[in-house]
């Protein structure tokens, strides 16, 4: 009896969500299910954080707030962003948003365009049905289901040749975008990837967006959590990059704060402006008291990041040798939580019989864009971590 917009048939279900429906099933019947599915940190939200959080509520801050965020709260991200060399970023530059997702959507919602019968693109050269966004595959779900939300066209470009190195895939991606491609997605430290471009590799990125003039998202969101003394460089601090980059970071991930829902993008000033139409009349404003929290976790929580990644550095080399000790050797992750496995058959079947032969959950590639492989996240702790690749091994998923 609905007749439903055609954006929401435009998109699936999370493919993730098949998988973890088994597992719940399963552990519903009480199997202890070892799940390396989840994107979320294990850890508990840093306790000043907490109470940060706590005493805002306390001291009354529980009304709206400026849509794009209180000074307070934008003057903390403003210097971090100096801090990364990003010093076009100014408090008018910024939306603070529920959770970085809410920050891409608004992203997308505010630069593709759907063709909606216009008939061919600008440029005349091709018949086209949206603004084109190229992803560098794999890529997370989301970035797919944003830009098909928003009526967008996609260009993929897989890196997987060469363990996700973004370098050798420069060419192809040069070959793929055009004058139509309005948007690049770039997520380094990257989900499910976990790879950090090279500063070559970024060099690279910006050459192709200046010449094909593309607007690019740095989704830093991950950019905490690196290893082996990797200091990553933000796309928007290169020559050429400075007006042409939204940098999107959230506090998910560095601050395990997945479930308060905060994070921003930074932007060219005429973005921002068009932007926060949409931002004012659908979220209002992100949640006075969490932004507050936000201050104090700008401020006074690097101990307890980097308690975080180092545990983080430490499953990565755990679980990279788990699996060699089963004669596997993955690609080896250089930031982010997440390792990808190669699996010799369909990667869908693959992970559904991780789940039914071995209880172990994790996602299959397809859903990245990239088959043949499975991503597994290593924020579970060391004993689960071995728990799980021992469970592959005896069930012959290795
Ligand atoms: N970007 C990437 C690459 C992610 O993996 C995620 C979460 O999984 C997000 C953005 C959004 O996170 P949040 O909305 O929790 O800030």
Same mark, same amino acid.
């Given at each position: 009896?609905?007749?439903?917009?055609?954006?929401?048939? +435009?998109?699936?279900?999370?493919?993730?969500?098949?998988?973890?429906?088994?597992?719940?099933?399963?552990?519903?019947?009480?199997?202890?299910?070892? @799940?390396?599915?989840?994107?979320?940190?294990?850890?508990?939200?840093?306790?000043?954080?907490?109470?940060?959080?706590?005493?805002?509520?306390?001291?009354?801050?529980?009304?709206?707030?400026?849509?794009?965020?209180?000074?307070?709260?934008?003057?903390?991200?403003?210097?971090?962003?100096?801090?990364?060399?990003?010093?076009?970023?100014?408090?008018?530059?910024?939306?603070?948003?529920?959770?970085?997702?809410?920050?891409?959507?608004?992203?997308?919602?505010?630069?593709?365009?759907?063709?909606?019968?216009?008939?061919?693109?600008?440029?005349?050269?091709?018949?086209?049905?949206?603004?084109?966004?190229?992803?560098?595959?794999?890529?997370?779900?989301?970035?797919?289901?944003?830009?098909?939300?928003?009526?967008?066209?996609?260009?993929?470009v897989?890196?997987?040749?060469?363990?996700?190195?973004?370098?050798?895939?420069?060419d192809d991606l040069r070959a793929a975008v055009s004058?139509?491609?309005?948007?690049?997605?770039?997520?380094?430290?990257?989900?499910?990837?976990?790879?950090?471009?090279?500063?070559?590799?970024?060099?690279?990125?910006?050459?192709?967006?200046?010449?094909?003039?593309?607007?690019?998202?740095?989704?830093?969101?991950?950019?905490?959590?690196?290893? @082996?003394? +990797?200091?990553?460089?933000?796309?928007?601090?290169?020559?050429?990059?400075?007006?042409?980059?939204?940098?999107?970071?959230?506090?998910?991930?560095?601050?395990?704060?997945?479930?308060?829902?905060?994070?921003?993008?930074?932007?060219?000033?005429?973005?921002?402006?068009?932007?926060?139409?949409?931002?004012?009349?659908?979220?209002?404003?992100?949640?006075?008291?969490?932004?507050?929290?936000?201050?104090?976790?700008?401020?006074?929580?690097?101990?307890?990041?980097?308690?975080?990644?180092?545990?983080?550095?430490?499953? +990565?080399?755990?679980?990279?040798?788990?699996?060699?000790?089963?004669?596997?050797?993955?690609?080896?992750?250089?930031?982010?939580?997440?390792?990808?496995?190669?699996?010799?058959?369909? @990667?869908?079947?693959?992970?559904?019989?991780?789940?039914? @032969?071995?209880?172990?959950?994790?996602?299959?590639?397809?859903?990245?864009?990239?088959?043949?492989?499975?991503?597994?996240?290593?924020?579970?702790?060391?004993?689960?971590?071995?728990?799980?690749?021992?469970?592959?091994?005896?069930?012959?998923?290795?």
């Amino acid at each position: 009896p609905f007749e439903f917009a055609d954006r929401v048939g +435009r998109v699936e279900p999370s493919a993730t969500i098949a998988i973890s429906n088994l597992a719940a099933e399963l552990e519903a019947d009480g199997v202890d299910v070892v @799940d390396l599915s989840v994107g979320a940190p294990d850890f508990e939200t840093p306790a000043n954080i907490k109470r940060a959080a706590k005493t805002a509520l306390d001291e009354g801050h529980t009304g709206y707030t400026s849509s794009n965020g209180i000074p307070a709260l934008k003057e903390a991200i403003v210097e971090k962003l100096h801090g990364d060399g990003l010093d076009q970023y100014g408090t008018e530059n910024l939306i603070v948003t529920p959770g970085g997702k809410q920050a891409l959507y608004e992203v997308f919602q505010t630069l593709i365009d759907g063709n909606d019968g216009q008939g061919p693109s600008a440029s005349g050269t091709s018949s086209r049905s949206g603004d084109e966004v190229a992803l560098l595959d794999p890529a997370w779900v989301s970035y797919e289901a944003m830009a098909k939300l928003a009526g967008g066209s996609l260009v993929r470009v897989d890196t997987e040749a060469h363990d996700f190195a973004l370098e050798p895939a420069l060419d192809d991606l040069r070959a793929a975008v055009s004058a139509d491609t309005e948007l690049l997605v770039v997520n380094s430290p990257g989900n499910p990837h976990g790879q950090v471009y090279t500063d070559a590799a970024l060099e690279g990125v910006r050459d192709i967006a200046v010449e094909y003039d593309i607007t690019v998202i740095s989704d830093e969101i991950y950019k905490s959590i690196v290893y @082996d003394g +990797r200091e990553p460089t933000s796309l928007g601090a290169l020559d050429g990059m400075r007006d042409r980059t939204i940098t999107l970071n959230g506090f998910s991930k560095a601050y395990a704060m997945t479930g308060w829902r905060l994070g921003y993008f930074a932007a060219p000033e005429s973005i921002v402006e068009q932007a926060g139409k949409l931002h004012s009349h659908s979220v209002t404003c992100a949640v006075n008291f969490v932004q507050h929290a936000g201050v104090e976790a700008l401020a006074n929580t690097d101990d307890a990041v980097e308690e975080m990644r180092a545990a983080f550095e430490d499953r +990565r080399d755990m679980l990279v040798e788990a699996f060699r000790e089963y004669g596997v050797d993955p690609p080896v992750p250089q930031g982010a939580f997440y390792l990808m496995l190669p699996v010799a058959e369909d @990667d869908q079947a693959w992970a559904e019989r991780a789940v039914e @032969d071995a209880a172990v959950a994790t996602v299959p590639g397809s859903a990245f864009g990239t088959p043949g492989y499975v991503r597994l996240s290593y924020a579970a702790s060391r004993d689960r971590l071995q728990e799980g690749v021992d469970r592959l091994a005896e069930a012959d998923l290795i």
